[in-house]
């Protein structure tokens, strides 16, 4: 009896070491969310996914998610169980290295058989533009006799970009209707050489490069090619994220661009009229400090014009007359150029009246302020 007894305390006292400095060894955590471009409000999944690859019974784990700030699931106000799991989220800010990126922590509770896989699913939602990250988590375990805990940390960096929400304002929809609707139907008369209607006699003005030769060559005199007036329509969007005001308003009126925007783009998609888009402010998470978009239409094309956009940060990589010096040099004919900014500054004024002067008049500039005229019915210069 008193040798099983030994046996037996020296058989607890073997797993219990053990399971203190292996417990959690071959555990492994990853978190997928369903979607990563999202619109402000927009249901999407949160997939936890928890595993044990070992043959060795976790009697007890807690798992501290780190999920982004302002994170909305239904019921975080309660604890909720679900297959044995118990979760809570909180939004208390946490000490531990791995939340330092977000304020919200997912607390959940729960036992793992040898060889299990536990994937658990949450609906969520983030109110916001902006870009968010799912940076890992911290999990606990207790040893066999529950006598102590270890520890162990997971990062992931999973991230979700939100978009900014469409412009409400009904001066900007009016002001949008009229500019967008005079474009579209202007007709320029500028020569296209692609397009050959005819041909005509030298008469020395026209130059070298019209000169038909196989037709010269065919009635004996000089000809020269006729080309049809017309050309493409195409927009160019600038948007300006550089204040002139040192105000705790200035975050709200780079927002407030943000969203007219998603609106000009949505219009120009609608209207099926080409452009293409270039702003100062800095991507978070992309390599380019300055983010640019080809011309172009379509899907694809405005939906990466709203992953930047949701990326965007409040914070100018370089000053708007640099980025309106390089459009001065991409000015092509029959370009029109729409200019979004916070408000007017004097620094990049003279290189916004050079791209006017370039572009013959056809550039545009759109602020908070000049919608806020428009609703109190002043008049606009």
């Not at 969310?33 to 807690?62: C, M, R």
Request: proline content about 4%.
């Amino acid at each position: 009896m008193i040798s099983f007894f030994i046996f037996f305390t020296i058989f607890l006292i073997a797993v219990e070491i053990y399971s203190y400095h292996n417990g959690l060894k071959k555990i492994t955590y990853d978190v997928q969310p369903s979607q990563t471009l999202l619109e402000p409000d927009e249901k999407f999944k949160v997939n936890t996914i928890v595993e044990n690859h070992k043959f060795w019974f976790l009697p007890y784990l807690h798992l501290i998610e780190a999920f982004p700030q302002n994170i909305q699931i239904p019921g975080e106000e309660k604890n909720i169980t679900e297959e044995g799991i118990t979760y809570s989220l909180s939004s208390q800010l946490s000490t531990n290295s791995f939340a330092k990126m977000s304020s919200a922590k997912l607390n959940s509770s729960f036992y793992m058989m040898p060889y299990q896989r536990l994937t658990r699913t949450l609906e969520a939602s983030l109110p916001n533009r902006g870009r968010y990250l799912f940076s890992g988590c911290y999990l606990n375990g207790g040893d066999f006799l529950g006598l102590q805990d270890n520890s162990k940390e997971f990062t992931t960096y999973q991230e979700v970009v939100v978009m900014p929400r469409a412009s409400n304002s009904p001066e900007f929809e009016s002001l949008l209707g009229g500019l967008i609707g005079d474009i579209s139907i202007r007709r320029f008369i500028f020569e296209d050489p692609m397009l050959t209607i005819g041909f005509s006699d030298y008469t020395g003005r026209e130059p070298m490069r019209d000169i038909s030769w196989t037709q010269s060559a065919r009635l004996g005199k000089m000809m020269v090619k006729n080309y049809d007036h017309t050309t493409d329509i195409c927009i160019s969007v600038i948007l300006n994220v550089q204040s002139a005001l040192n105000t705790q308003e200035e975050d709200v009126l780079v927002e407030q661009c943000f969203s007219l925007t998603r609106s000009l783009c949505e219009q120009l998609e609608k209207k099926h009229i080409k452009y293409s888009f270039v702003t100062n402010a800095i991507p978070m998470g992309m390599l380019d400090l300055v983010s640019s978009v080809e011309q172009g239409l379509g899907n694809v094309h405005f939906y990466t014009i709203m992953e930047i956009l949701g990326r965007a940060s409040l914070s100018a990589c370089e000053n708007f007359s640099v980025t309106l010096r390089r459009a001065c040099r991409t000015c092509e004919q029959g370009q029109y150029f729409i200019v979004i900014s916070p408000n007017e500054n004097e620094v990049w004024k003279e290189a916004y009246d050079k791209l006017v002067d370039i572009s013959g008049n056809k550039t545009f500039l759109i602020t908070p302020e000049l919608l806020e005229k428009q609703e109190n019915g002043e008049a606009i210069a």
